[in-house]
DNA sequence: TTTCAACACGAAAACGTTTTCGGACCGGTA
DNA sequence: TACCGGTCCGAAAACGTTTTCGTGTTGAAA
């Protein structure tokens, strides 16, 4: 087990000072020719690196990311989270990720355990209790700090920094209205609770839709979901009393429990009901009937966002001016809004 | 915008030296009574933090995991990080994450870019380009320097080090067996080619329950997989042209293909045909019919591989005896295997 | 009064870098 | 000879901690 290799170390093999040695590493001027390639042969033989926590200190710059997400297994995030990786891996940072599980507490506990030097700033898309407890006290004090946020996905209004958002409403009336094209006029949403702000902001679009072609909403087709544990149970029940040509679920597991939910009430999809979800994940494609959905281009969510904290950590950006970013949302037409005659099986 | 406070800060402000702040705030009994408090005092009204950089600098130790991932859209991966992040934070570490995308480079890079001080050891599933270049001097290398390294899932025998696995063969069997006792004699394979460990591991173990069970080997009934992004129509066309009772597939992916393929042959799952999937995710769950599948307990290989790395790091554990953890599978039976009546629709 | 603990605190080194500043040496010019 | 300007290098400070060691003050014992 040999001990990194530290300038130090360099400098008493080759019989120089620390200083030298560093400052032939980087190929200063002041370095005569010959010592510069000794001290630079002898590291490349050696196989130096510098020590990056050294760095850190002296420069005060971790070049990390901190990334806190209010979970993972779940194919949105991960889609995120790999877009982040692809370009802050190109600009040289590192990427820290801690798991709220949806808990203000651990989001809280997260974000000051990072904040003590370990990240240069944060990329946060808030846990769903935080944004029930409407609490943001920890992300404005990392921002007081002097650390830079990027909010994604779920973000906050009363917080003023960088964000990266999709339409949610767009998106959500993008869905509807391609029901409405198919000639639906029953149309059930199933959604979350409202303090879940793109919940919320899905079910506006969809309310959106209906108006905007003068379809009437009916209150009772539109059900809110508190817990995701639950949602198969509730959404038998709130479908199986109810007639209706279509639904939009504005999450993959909710589209799926709503076509299982159909299918035991004897129905077919698309033939006897379109259904449409949000969010484009393997559930959605790989199910049967494949669920037509929108795409929130989570990688590129998670791009835009790095790079709107890169930008802002190496002040290529105007201070005080802070950006929403919109990714675009796209339909995704699969099977599950194909009115087509019943295929013979 | 406050910049952080320092030791030397309070210092300065309480007109006493570093010295005595660092050691009040640790209750050293070398500090009076009264200066502590007012040390304390002040350092909490003020929240007062250490910097984490400038302890890692000082104890050589960073509290924080190297996490190298091939891919992280994909359940069983995300499983895996939420188990692992659970104890680390439980323990006072953070995690810092890594994706290879399944190239060799990216992980080598990876892994140097993290070695250079910014993580204490690692936790890693290596790439399949890795697997099938069978080059692990970067693993190597940095066990050499006392980085310990704990193995998950893609393992590789070459190295000498902590390792978390399931036992792939004998949770393949398993789902073979069940197969086999649930009246099955004509059953296919889908797996992925021999290279990636788990792949042949699960193909092997599919061998041996039928060899078992008295069943010969019919190698046209075995489906090797290289590019998952073509899998679809490979196994169109593979299960076109034979006549199976059941087919176990090594992963959701496949397993969802498989289905799909055998329904529009005219076939049912699971009346005409029984399907059996590896690695309980998203996809098995809310699939129609939901899948049986072996479950791979990612979550909990990932606590177990956190904890082997923390144990080791903190040497709470005999050196140079290092461990394999299996951890159990469990056969979840669903819909896909059982084998009833076709209901009336 | 002297001596000696005990007590309370500060100075300094160390972790591994980078950078500023100063200095030694050498050649050339006045 | 005296001075000056380069060239090449080293000492030291700094980043924010912890810890070892030293030191000054006090009070009590001799």
Sequence with gaps: MKPKLTLKQI??????????VSKALRDSPEIGEDTRQKVKA????????????ALSL??????TIGLVLPEIVHDFFATVISGIEEVANKKGYNVIICLSNNSFDREVMNMEMLANGSTDGFILSVA???????DYHHLQEVINQGMPVVLVDRVVDEIICDKVIIDDAEGAAKAVQHLIDSGCRSIAIITTVDYVSVGKLRTNGYLNALRKNNITVNEDLILKIEDIDQSQEQIDEFLKSRNVDAVFAVNEQFAASAVKALVSKG???PEDVLVISFSDGELSRRFMPSLSTVNQHGAEMGARAAQLLIERLERVVDEERYQTAIINTSLIERESTLKTKKPVV
């Design 128 to 134: 769903k209790e935080t944004q029930q407890k409407r």
């Design 58 to 63: 002296k420069n005060r710059k971790t070049r």
């Design 42 to 53: 002898f590291a490349k033989l050696y196989n130096y690196k510098p020590n990056n926590i």
């Design 267 to 269: 129905l077919t999809v």
């Design 11 to 20: 400098a008493f093999e080759l019989d120089v000072s620390v200083s030298t």
